[in-house]
C-alpha cells in the first residue's frame, strides 16, 4: 500500500507528514477567516453595526491582505524562515481572533481584523515556497495537499462556528475557536522548525538585500510570470464572483431553502477537495498548461451553463462539476508558477500573484451588485463565464519551462 501511495505521488512515505501538516495549516488559516465570517452578523448586533459597517469589515480583512502584499514575500525569500513565518502567522492570526473582542470598540476591533487579513495573506508566500523547493519534482501533488488544506477549513469552520454559537457569545467563540489554530502552530514549529535551522540539509539560506532586488527586477520583467499571475487573477474573480453571487441567485431566484443553500456550496467545495490532489499529480506527470487549460474551459462552460439549468437538483450537480474544474486548477498554476521562478524568489513571486488575484477580485462583488441591480442576476454569471475564459486563453502563451534567470 505504501509503495503504491509513493508511485503514484512520487513522494516518499516519509515526507507525505510534512505535506499534510503544511496543509493543516493552511486549513487553519482559513478557518480563521470561516469563523470571522460566521461571526460577523453577531458582532455587528452587538456593536449596533450597520449593514454597510458590517460589510465594511470584510472588506478590511482583503485591503489589509492586499497591502500586506508589499512586505510579506520579501519577509520570506530574504530571511529564508519560511517555517518562523508559518508558525507566526498562524500564532498571531490566532491572538487577533481572541483580540476581536478586546473591549477597545470599534478601533480594537478594527485593528484585530487587520491583523487577521495581514497574517492570512503571509502564510501563503511562506508555505508555498517552502512546499516547492521541498518538493522540486512533485510541487503539483504538495501544493494540491495544500489546497485541499484550504477547502477543508472553508468546509468546517462555518459549521463548527454556527455550532458553537448556539450554546455560547460571539466573544467565547471566537476564544475556543482560536484553540485548534494554536495547537497546529506548535505542531509544525515541533516537527519542521528544526529543519530549517543554519546549517540543518536543506535549509534554505538567507540573502542579501541587493541579491533579492537583483533576483526580483529580473522576475517581474519575465513574461510569463506577470502572465501567470493576470491568467490566475481572472480565475480568481470567478471564484470570488461565485461565493458572492450563488448564494444570491439560490436564494432570490431559485427560493432555495437555507439548508439546500448550505448543501449547494458545500458541494462546490467538497468536489474541489476531490479534485486539487488529482489534478496536482497528474500534472507533475504530463505537465500543467494541459490541466489548467482543460480546468478553465469547464469551469467556463458550467458557469454559462448554470443559467440554463432546469431544476436545483441539476443546478447543485453543475455546481459540482464547476468546484471540480474551477479547483483543480488552483493547485496546478501555484505549480506552475515555482517552475517559473528561481526558488529564492518563491515567495516574493507568490505575493505577486496573490497580490494581483486580491485587486482583481475586490472589484467582482461592487461590480456585479451594480450589473445585478440593473441588468438581472443572471448577466453576472455570464460575465464571470467571460472572465474565467480570458484565462483560458491566456493560459496558451505561457512556456512550461524553468526559469533562466536568477540562483536557484
Not at 14 to 22: D, M, S
Not at 170 to 196: D, K, N, T, Y
Request: aromatic residues 8%; contains cysteine.
Amino acid at each position: 500500500m505504501i509503495a503504491a501511495i509513493e508511485r503514484l505521488t512520487g513522494v516518499q512515505w516519509k515526507e507525505q507528514g510534512a505535506t499534510f501538516l503544511v496543509a493543516l495549516g493552511h486549513s487553519a488559516t482559513h478557518w480563521i477567516l470561516g469563523v470571522f465570517y460566521v461571526l460577523v452578523p453577531f458582532i455587528a448586533k452587538d456593536l449596533g453595526l450597520s449593514y454597510a459597517e458590517a460589510g465594511a469589515l470584510v472588506t478590511v480583512v482583503h485591503v489589509s491582505a492586499f497591502a500586506a502584499n508589499v512586505g510579506s514575500g520579501a519577509a520570506v525569500d530574504v530571511t529564508g524562515r519560511r517555517v518562523v513565518l508559518q508558525t507566526g502567522a498562524l500564532i498571531v492570526g490566532a491572538l487577533a481572533l481572541i483580540g476581536l473582542d478586546s473591549g477597545f470598540g470599534m478601533i480594537g476591533l478594527v485593528a484585530m481584523v487587520v491583523v487577521i487579513g495581514v497574517t492570512n495573506n503571509l502564510w501563503h508566500p511562506a508555505a508555498i515556497s517552502f512546499l516547492s523547493r521541498r518538493f522540486p519534482n512533485n510541487r503539483g501533488y504538495a501544493l494540491s495537499v495544500h489546497a485541499l488544506g484550504a477547502n477543508l477549513g472553508d468546509t468546517v469552520a462555518p459549521l463548527a462556528a454556527g455550532g458553537l454559537l448556539l450554546w455560547l457569545a460571539w466573544g467565547q467563540v471566537a476564544m475556543v475557536s482560536a484553540l485548534p489554530v494554536f495547537a497546529v502552530a506548535v505542531w509544525i514549529a515541533v516537527a519542521l522548525m528544526p529543519g530549517e535551522k543554519p546549517g540543518a540539509p536543506g535549509a534554505s539560506q538567507s540573502m542579501s538585500i541587493g541579491d533579492y532586488f537583483s533576483g526580483l527586477f529580473g522576475m517581474v520583467r519575465d513574461r510569463a510570470v506577470l502572465g501567470i499571475c493576470i491568467m490566475a487573477g481572472f480565475r480568481s474573480m470567478t471564484q470570488n464572483g461565485l461565493f458572492v453571487f450563488l448564494p444570491l441567485y439560490l436564494v432570490n431566484v431559485l427560493e432555495t431553502n437555507p439548508f439546500l443553500l448550505g448543501v449547494a456550496m458545500m458541494t462546490l467545495q467538497l468536489c474541489g477537495m476531490i479534485a486539487a490532489p488529482i489534478a496536482g499529480t497528474v500534472s507533475d506527470k504530463i505537465g500543467r498548461r494541459s490541466i489548467v487549460f482543460t480546468g478553465l474551459i469547464v469551469t467556463t462552460a458550467g458557469v454559462a451553463g448554470l443559467m440554463l439549468v432546469p431544476g436545483l437538483t441539476s443546478f447543485i450537480a453543475v455546481a459540482g462539476v464547476i468546484g471540480f474544474a474551477l479547483f483543480a486548477v488552483r493547485p496546478v498554476v501555484h505549480s506552475w508558477l515555482m517552475d517559473l521562478t528561481p526558488s529564492t524568489h518563491g515567495g516574493s513571486a507568490t505575493s505577486l500573484m496573490f497580490g494581483v488575484q486580491s485587486g482583481l477580485s475586490a472589484l467582482v462583488p461592487v461590480l456585479g451588485g451594480v450589473i445585478a441591480d440593473q441588468w438581472g442576476l443572471p448577466i453576472v454569471f455570464y460575465i464571470l463565464a467571460l472572465s474565467v475564459f480570458l484565462s483560458s486563453l491566456l493560459v496558451l502563451p505561457i512556456p512550461e519551462r524553468k526559469t533562466q534567470y536568477g540562483a536557484d
